[in-house]
């Protein structure tokens, strides 16, 4: 059974970290629905990419892939650390598009290192963009999603499951904030039916981080096609009613029908759940 994706013609989603990986996916799949794309990142070919230069991939890159859906994108270069950027870039993509009614918080920092091994900069890096980020971000877009319909605040976070992650602390406790920001939101909006999710990969997903970390091998991923439609699987619900969850890419869609999940394998064979297993140790499939 195949997935029934939501029509979203005439919405607009505001991305963030959409260069490559899953925030690229994200936006891919969002176009090919009807939904216009704010492209953000760092990555810029407007400049000479920073610290960047040796990544592939631009936020003008995925504007133009994006448009190949004939919808319209809009780049917008941007540091999720730094209030007046963010700030800027949502009265920019509100001003362009009129409206904007999903919100996806997506960027992220990774450093999986041990709370000894982890210097302070690393610390302070990946816990301003991965809590700060998702915090500005939210709060730059929360009046504009009071007014309009069928409103979404989505993050790329796992479920708040654990106090300790030996190893792992620092990064762990950054995603785990992106989620306690995004579910409390969900409750302190409650009254403009805006959507407040997180959502998160069961298994590894194949992207320039897990390669660079060495996570495993392709026996152990997925591409990141199966969020994208885990985000998709989310948008077909109503904001007003669907809020407050935080939930796997396999929960969503097994809830839509899908059981075969080997379309999104690298390899035969379905993954071990790594990546549920790193904040809920004792996480297992369903029988």
């Known amino acids: ?14 991305i963030t970290g959409t260069t490559r990986g899953i925030g690229k996916q994200i936006a891919l799949a969002l176009a090919e629905q009807g939904c216009n794309i704010v492209s953000t990142g760092k990555t810029s070919e407007e400049d000479d990419y920073g610290e960047d230069k ?10 133009r892939d994006v448009e190949q859906h004939g919808v319209e994108a809009l780049p917008i270069q941007l540091d999720v650390r730094d209030e007046d950027a963010v700030e800027t870039a949502a ?7 009129g409206e ?3 919100v996806i918080n997506n960027a992220s920092a990774i450093q999986l290192f041990t709370v000894e091994d982890l210097p302070p900069k690393r610390f302070d890096l990946m816990t301003d963009v991965n809590v700060r980020g998702t915090y500005l971000t939210a709060r730059a877009f929360i009046d504009h999603l009071k007014g309009v319909e069928n409103a979404w605040i989505l993050t790329n ?39 407040c999710n997180s959502f998160w990969p ?9 390669r ?76």
């Open 100 to 102: 904007v009614n999903i």
């Open 202 to 210: 069961v298994t590894a997903i194949d992207t320039r981080a897990t």
């Open 212 to 287: 660079y970390f060495g996570l495993g091998t392709e026996e152990d991923w997925r591409t990141p096609d199966i969020v994208s439609d885990a985000v998709l699987a989310i948008l077909n619900h109503d904001p007003a009613e669907f809020t407050g969850n935080a939930v796997y890419d396999e929960e969503i869609l097994r809830e839509a029908g899908i059981e075969d999940f080997s379309a999104y394998n690298l390899t035969p064979g379905d993954p071990e759940p790594r990546s549920a297993q790193m904040t809920d140790p004792e996480y297992t499939r369903p029988n």
């Open 157 to 195: 976070a796992p479920p708040v499951t654990i106090d300790r992650s030996p190893g792992s602390a620092p990064y762990t406790w950054s995603k785990l904030g992106m989620s306690f920001i995004t579910l409390s939101l969900a409750d302190e909006l409650t009254a403009y039916d805006i959507g």
């Open 1 to 14: 059974m195949s997935l029934e994706k939501p029509d979203l013609s005439g919405s607009t989603a505001f």
């Open 91 to 97: 009265t920019e993509a509100i001003d362009h598009f």
């Open 54 to 63: 040796n990544l592939e991939g631009t936020i003008e890159q995925t504007a």
